[in-house]
């Protein structure tokens, strides 16, 4: 009968973790490019380049709709304040 949590599983926890910090140190980068400051192409968000899938919409005309329709709703608010106030 093993005693579970016994010798042998105390064993195999501390090679697996000794295995795991081995290969941190192997795969941790050289210098602060590799390690994704940089703006690697292949990290980086594709939001604006001619792999992204979907709609290609200018950062400006978003910003434009995003005022209108912040604009429309002050608009509408004002609207019926006013509406209110004359019935």
Request: charged share 20%; glycine share 8%; net charge positive.
């Amino acid at each position: 009968m093993v005693i579970p949590g016994g010798a042998k599983t105390l064993a195999k926890r501390k090679a697996s973790k000794d295995n795991k910090v081995k290969q941190q140190q192997q795969n941790a980068p050289n210098s602060s490019r590799s390690a994704g400051a940089g703006g690697s192409s292949s990290t980086m968000l594709k939001i604006y380049t001619d792999e992204a899938q979907g709609f290609k919409i200018d950062p400006l005309v978003v910003l434009i709709f995003a005022v209108a329709f912040i604009f429309s709703v002050v608009i509408l608010h004002v609207l019926s304040k006013l509406s209110g106030k004359l019935l």
